[in-house]
């Protein structure tokens, strides 16, 4: 099938039957998010997955008690950094840097222009720009998990200070951004899975400037 194909099959599935994902499906999507582009290529949020029942159950119970949560095989939440720092920014380029067989001087003046750009826009700024970030690798996982035929969930529906509290994000200077439940579909009872996929027409969706 094409991408557009898997697109129209995708949707967002309200009822899961706690189906297993295979391993190796998992990870196709994992690597489809992380192989997402960023800007100056920071990759400026983590990925955390999450099976445990247990925790599940608690995340639903802050997450307007939503079935899928508990019903999924993993629950994958991606959480943004909170700032540009220079010790971030640094281990990311001096990484790259390295697999590149380059020397650590190279990254210097584009991390100090980076940050000379970044740092007055202040905090509040540089936390929505890592979340935006995030969402293009959340994006893509949507997508890889509909070309492996695994259903998913967009979810901003949670309380995202208890999801912080929850996984401890402060201490990692981390965000939580949005989640993604994996799993397949209940077709029986799923109220969604007969109902045709609508979108914005071609016509009004997309205008072209010449």
């Known amino acids: 099938m094409s991408l557009l194909e898997d697109l129209q099959w995708r949707y967002a599935t309200k009822k899961m039957n706690g189906q297993t994902v295979p391993q190796k499906k998992l990870e196709y999507i994992l690597e489809a998010a992380r192989f997402a582009p ?17 925790q599940l159950k608690q995340i639903r119970e802050f997450s307007f008690n939503q079935s899928q949560i508990t019903d999924c095989s993993h629950l994958l939440v991606w959480a943004a950094w909170d700032s ?4 971030r920014v640094s281990n990311v380029l001096l990484r790259t840097s390295k697999e590149r067989g380059l020397p650590d001087s190279s990254a210097e003046a584009y991390k100090t222009m980076l940050l000379d750009l970044y740092e007055p826009l202040g905090k509040e700024w540089q936390e929505n720009r890592c979340a935006k970030q995030a969402y293009i690798s959340f ?15 967009p979810m901003e529906g949670f309380d995202n200070a208890k999801m912080d509290e929850f996984l ?30 609508w ?6 969706f ?4 010449s």
């Open 206 to 209: 997309a205008t072209t400037i």
């Open 168 to 197: 401890g994000l402060e201490a990692l200077g981390l965000k939580s951004v949005v989640m993604l439940p994996l799993g397949y579909r209940d077709e029986k009872e799923d109220w969604l899975v007969n109902l045709k996929k």
């Open 84 to 87: 540009y720092s220079s010790d």
């Open 139 to 153: 994006g893509l996982a949507i997508a890889a998990a509909a070309e492996q035929k695994v259903d998913a969930t």
């Open 199 to 204: 979108r914005t027409p071609k016509e009004d």
């Open 38 to 54: 960023s800007s100056s290529g920071l990759q400026p949020y983590k990925i955390f997955v999450i099976t445990n029942k247990n």
